[in-house]
C-alpha cells in the first residue's frame, strides 16, 4: 500500500482516522473495541483505520510519538 498517511481527529467526538493514499468511498469495518478499518468499497482493501475514544485511551501517556516516515502494515 503506498500514499501519504493522512490523519484526520475530531476532538469532540474524540475519534482519530488515519488513511493512506486519496479519500476513496469506502466504509468501516468493526474489529471491536471502538477499533474499525476503513476498506475501499471497489478494490476491498483495507486502507485505515479509526479509534474510537483515541484521546480517553492515550490519557496518562506523556507523549504519543510516531517516527516518520513510517510503514504501517494493514489486513483483514
Do not use: C, H, W
Amino acid at each position: 500500500m503506498k500514499g501519504n498517511l493522512n490523519l484526520y481527529y475530531d476532538e469532540e467526538g474524540d475519534f482519530l482516522e488515519l488513511n493512506i493514499g486519496d479519500y476513496t468511498e469506502g466504509y468501516f469495518k468493526n474489529l471491536g473495541k471502538g477499533v474499525f478499518e476503513r476498506v475501499d468499497k471497489k478494490t476491498n482493501k483495507v486502507i485505515g483505520i479509526a479509534i474510537m475514544g483515541f484521546k480517553k485511551r492515550t490519557e496518562g501517556l506523556k507523549d504519543v510519538k510516531v517516527s516518520l516516515p513510517t510503514e504501517i502494515q494493514l489486513s483483514s
